[in-house]
């Protein structure tokens, strides 16, 4: 990129991490060890990035996705595309997250990035590929790891349904038809939520009940009360939501994280939802092995299911 000041005073060799570093042209490779030189054409070198000031610029997300690809697995890079097309922030330093976020990019946007690029350029069929997994609106990690097991094809360890949608409202107006399944089998009033670990403030509880037991003083027990009238409320908030997706006329199931560590106890489940969908739609239920897959199938998932746990902390 002709504009950006050129890097100075550069190492002989990087550390344990390696660097991509994308260039215009082949005499602007940087000669060091443990980076990684891309050399792109500078008519498209220059439109995935977003110019601060004259010397500096960044990459899109939709660009970062794109280099994943080419350089990590599918999975990997399919996560990381439900995060930065979700509502949260995951740190794999910390293994913490950060919720509520505003997403950085959609599905539709990596999309458009993809019909720009050329058409023999690697990672770009990754990419292609990963995209057709990923959908909007993730509100967690592992919420991000069940919607990927349900689009992934069976042979791929998945369980090939890839007509959802994820949080969306199912109505405009306010009471049971503002609720929201946490992910909607296509135009069905089937739905799976997602309960994880922290879901009802136990976590919290556990704490303050740690704090109190350890230091004894009235503001400590207090903290208990506090954490105790959450988790309370967190439960009859849940249990109201489920009431209010039954009277609007929706059959939900409900995944915890066990149930991911689980392979059969998930099997039974995603089944039952199949079986849900297929019945509302008056469709023939398909065969249990088409949705399932053989022995193989589910021994991919077994490991497929492991190494994403492992990818988000879990």
């Keep these: ?167 969306r409202k199912s109505g405009e107006a306010e009471g049971p038809c503002a609720r929201i399944p946490d992910i909607l089998l296509g135009n069905t009033h089937v739905g799976i939520n997602y309960e994880g670990e922290g879901h009802f403030g136990t976590r919290d509880l556990a704490r303050a009940a740690h704090v109190a037991a350890t230091d004894g003083s009235s503001e400590s027990f207090e903290l208990v009360e506090n954490a105790s009238r959450n988790v309370r409320t967190r439960i009859v908030a849940d249990k109201q939501r489920d009431r209010d997706l039954i009277l609007a006329g929706y059959r939900i199931v409900t995944v915890s994280k066990e149930d991911l560590h689980s392979t059969a106890h998930l099997d039974q489940l995603i089944w039952q939802v199949v079986k849900f969908a297929a019945e509302e739609q008056a469709l023939a239920i398909p065969t249990k092995a088409s949705v399932l897959g053989d022995a193989a199938a589910k021994a991919k998932r077994r490991n497929l299911i492991r190494q994403m746990l492992q990818g988000v902390g879990a």
């Design 1 to 167: 990129m002709e504009a950006l000041a050129p890097l100075e005073g550069l190492p002989e060799a990087i550390g344990d991490a390696p660097i991509d570093v994308c260039v215009s042209a082949k005499d602007r490779r940087l000669q060091v060890r443990g980076v990684t030189n891309r050399v792109f054409a500078p008519a498209w070198f220059m439109s995935p990035l977003v110019r601060v000031t004259d010397e500096f610029a960044f990459a899109t997300p939709e660009f970062l996705l794109f280099h994943l690809a080419a350089s990590d697995s599918l999975i990997t890079t399919a996560l990381v595309a439900y995060e930065f097309c979700g509502t949260y922030s995951f740190d794999p330093l910390s293994k913490s997250t950060l919720y509520g976020v505003d997403s950085v990019c959609t599905a539709d946007s990596v999309r458009a990035f993809i019909a720009k690029m050329p058409g023999k350029i690697r990672g770009r069929t990754k990419l292609i590929q990963v995209i057709s997994y990923v959908r909007d609106n993730s509100w967690s990690p592992m919420e991000s790891v069940l919607a990927l097991l349900l689009c992934l094809p069976t042979r791929d360890g998945g369980y090939g349904i890839d007509d959802i949608k994820l949080n």
